[in-house]
């Protein structure tokens, strides 16, 4: 058995440690607003500086408002990496949650989004659908299909909730009006995210028949 096949099977706790570390990376970031009081204002996002100081297209989704809004957040994404680790390596992992972020970041950007914003909530809905997609690809049963189409059918009527304004987070409170659209935009990003996942498996598949 080659290296590269022997390292396999720990890829998936090293994806879900990934996600643990960057939880924790959010909660201290929480805890530093406190200390340095200009946190918030200087790496939150907010479409008049982003061009001037791209890290905020990164560092607003890991920056939350209140107690509540990080554990829930944290959570969710530690969460939601576990149940679908086994498809990540941790380099593709990041890659996914690079283009989640920052393909929501600047679609908001180029969309004239003039609010600020902070969290993961972007983030973890990129995760859901992209987890769910890679779990509709790999299913060996017309059931796990279905739960998975589910899924998506629940997400979907989740967001059209949060359009027509039925529904809202109490995490949202304090935050934009339109969450709607961040949502939105992380579950375009996470389907972007797994085109391009696909689309790096194929070039891998295709070296290795070469």
């Not at 058995?1 to 440690?17: L, T």
């Not at 809202?168 to 992380?186: E, K, N």
Request: charged fraction near 10%.
């Amino acid at each position: 058995m080659s290296d590269s096949m022997s390292a396999r099977p720990s890829d998936p706790i090293q994806v879900i440690i990934c996600a643990l570390v960057l939880a924790a990376i959010a909660v201290w970031a929480y805890y530093f607003q406190f200390e340095y009081t200009n946190l918030l204002e200087e790496f939150d996002f907010s479409a008049e500086l982003v061009w001037q100081e791209p890290w905020r297209l990164l560092t607003a989704h890991f920056l939350h408002l209140t107690t509540m809004h990080w554990l829930l957040n944290g959570l969710g994404l530690v969460l939601l990496t576990g149940l679908f680790a086994r498809y990540f390596t941790v380099r593709t992992y990041l890659n996914a949650l690079i283009v989640i972020t920052i393909g929501s970041s600047v679609t908001l950007s180029l969309l004239g989004f003039e609010q600020r914003f902070v969290g993961l909530s972007i983030v973890n809905h990129g995760l859901l659908v992209m987890g769910v997609l890679l779990e509709i690809q790999a299913a060996s049963s017309s059931n796990q299909r279905k739960l998975m189409f589910f899924v998506l059918v629940f997400l979907a009527a989740k967001w059209l909730a949060e359009f027509f304004g039925i529904w809202q987070s109490f995490l949202a409170v304090g935050q934009v009006q339109h969450i709607w659209l961040l949502h939105g935009l992380g579950i375009l990003s996470g389907v972007l995210a797994w085109w391009l996942h696909n689309r790096r498996l194929a070039k891998l598949a295709q070296l290795e028949s070469d």
